[in-house]
Structures are given as C-alpha cells and as structure tokens.
C-alpha cells in the first residue's frame, strides 16, 4: 500500500469508531526519513480513539506499521490531545 493511500485508511478506521465522524481529520506531515500523520477527532470522541490504556490506538498503529512496511520512510500516528 502506497503511502498516499495511509490517510484514507486511517480515517476510515476512526471514523467506524467515533460518534462525530464528520470531525474526524488526517494531516501529514513529510520529511527525509518519516511521514507523521496527525490525527484529530471530536473532544467527546479523543477516548474512544485512544482506548483505556491506549489499547485502540496501539491497534490502529499497529494496522498502520503493517500497510506501511513495505515503504521507505518510518510512519509515525500521532492523536492530537486539543480535539
């Protein structure tokens, strides 16, 4: 899986999770050696997308390093606490 197809994927797998999957945003940032996607959710929703003991997005990364592996770059995820 290229590297331009991680967004959608990522936000397809938060938005099954969320309550406003409206307010679900992917950004990327890119530079020599990584590319960090920043994840953004509703306020109400940053729980359910971290998990208790951050158990779903360990999941989510865990999903994202695997579609990744194949490519150059480290890929980072990265929750954006702010909502």
Do not use: F
């Not at 969320?18 to 509703?42: F, M």
Request: proline share 4%; net charge positive; charged share 25%.
């Amino acid at each position: 899986m290229s590297v331009v197809r991680m967004k959608p994927l990522i936000e397809t797998i938060v938005q099954a999770l969320v309550d406003h999957p409206e307010a679900v945003l992917v950004t990327s940032v890119e530079d020599e050696q990584t590319i960090t996607y920043k994840l953004s959710v509703h306020k109400e929703d940053i729980g359910k997308v971290i998990g208790k003991q951050g158990r779903t997005i360990h999941a989510i990364r865990t999903v994202v390093y695997a579609a990744a592996a194949r490519q150059p770059k480290r890929v980072i995820v990265q929750v954006n606490e702010e909502g």
